[in-house]
């Protein structure tokens, strides 16, 4: 059972280099989210899609942006990162009750 | 602005004995989510509360909203040492994708 991929697991990146972090699941969902998780606090919204082709803006979505071509796969870009994006980003689906976390990917900007 | 507030953001808990936590939220939902974290890995889904008066039990723990209140606790039963985690309470708005969370209680039991 894959449930939701998220990849990498770790990544360093420089001051002003752009990536993108993957998120893929296989359950058929049709909502899907991305957080950020700093020291001390809960996650936080960055983005997040209600279907294919449909996304929206979080609470935190400045530096980031994402697409959603397929129901699959929902990756979030960091366009030029900063060290402020230095946290654990969890992607997540939803089958409108349960919501299911990927992994977690460890991003470190220095 | 939905605001989920979780106090304490750290309890210590002897062994055996029984506590509650709580997560206040402050405009309406009727969604509420209660997940665990231990250092390191990804969020574990512990409740789904799906409307008011809803209460779930899992083994030790046991869940309740009051959606009038805009309250739900968590009930811990005789602590034992595996609860020791970070435990934290979302809110479901909108879309079911949208969440909003507490900061986390991190409980710790001792003997």
């Known amino acids: 059972n894959a449930g939701v991929t998220q990849t990498p697991k770790f990544q360093v990146l420089k001051t002003g280099q752009s990536m993108t972090l993957q998120c893929a699941q296989d359950m058929n969902h049709e909502y899907m989210s991305w957080y950020r998780q700093d020291p001390g606090m809960g996650l936080r919204l960055i983005h997040y899609?209600?279907?294919?082709?449909?996304?929206d803006q979080g609470e935190v979505p400045n530096g980031y942006n994402v697409s959603r071509s397929t129901t699959e796969d929902f990756p979030l870009r960091l366009l030029s990162a900063a060290p402020s994006q230095t946290s654990v980003y969890f992607c997540?689906?939803?089958?409108?009750?349960?919501?299911?976390f990927g992994e977690g990917s460890w991003l470190t900007v220095v | 602005e939905l605001k989920v507030e979780q106090n304490p953001l750290f309890l210590s808990m002897q062994e055996g004995k029984n506590y509650t936590i709580y997560c206040n939220y402050s405009?309406?939902?009727?969604?509420l989510y209660w997940y665990r974290q231990d250092p390191g890995k990804s969020l574990e889904s512990l409740f789904v509360?799906?409307?008011?008066?809803a209460v779930k039990q899992e083994g030790r723990l046991m869940a309740s909203l009051d959606t009038k209140a805009r309250l739900s606790t968590l009930h811990i039963t005789a602590a034992v040492h595996d609860l020791s985690a970070t435990y934290f309470c979302a809110v479901a708005t909108g879309a079911n994708s949208k969440l909003t969370f507490g900061k986390g209680i991190t409980l710790s039991v001792r003997p």
């Open positions: 997540a689906s939803s089958d409108g009750n349960t919501i299911y």
């Open positions: 405009t309406t939902s009727d969604r």
């Open positions: 509360l799906l409307s008011n008066g």
């Open positions: 899609s209600v279907g294919a082709g449909i996304t």
